[in-house]
Nanobody, 121 residues
Framework: QVQLMESGGGLVQPGGSLRLSCAAS????????MGWYRQAPGKQRELVAT???????NYADSVKGRVTISTDNAKNTVYLQLNSLKSEDTAVYYC???????????????WGQGTQVTVSS
């Protein structure tokens, strides 16, 4: 069984910063990619940022220049540094990862339970 556990969400004022963490645990053979998505009330879930096992990153246009995704491969953990936060960044942030338990199996996509980020004065 593979689990993704997010942490680091909370309430922050506009212009503030937060660092989200997501640790993968369980039967992990290898990780192909990790990423973050978010879903605001009444809106569809959208991509925030992804990073491949080779370190290639991809960011949504709405967060470029304000957000940095990084990983600690030894800890199977992905981080999302959020800076210059705006009210429109308020959402539940979900961790996402492509993981396979052994090299004989295909990669499977896993999701975390989500962590709330609220940007408000």
């Amino acid at each position: 069984q593979v689990q993704l556990m997010e942490s680091g969400g909370g309430l922050v004022q506009p212009g503030g910063s937060l660092r989200l963490s997501c640790a993968a645990s369980g039967s992990i053979g290898s990780i192909n990619f990790m990423g973050w998505y978010r879903q605001a009330p009444g809106k569809q879930r959208e991509l925030v940022a992804t990073i491949t096992s080779g370190g290639v990153t991809n960011y949504a246009d709405s967060v470029k220049g304000r957000v940095t995704i990084s990983t600690d491969n030894a800890k199977n953990t992905v981080y999302l540094q959020l800076n210059s936060l705006k009210s429109e960044d308020t959402a539940v942030y979900y961790c996402n990862a492509g993981i396979r338990k052994t090299v004989a199996l295909a990669f499977h996509e896993y999701w975390g339970q989500g962590t709330q980020v609220t940007v408000s004065s």
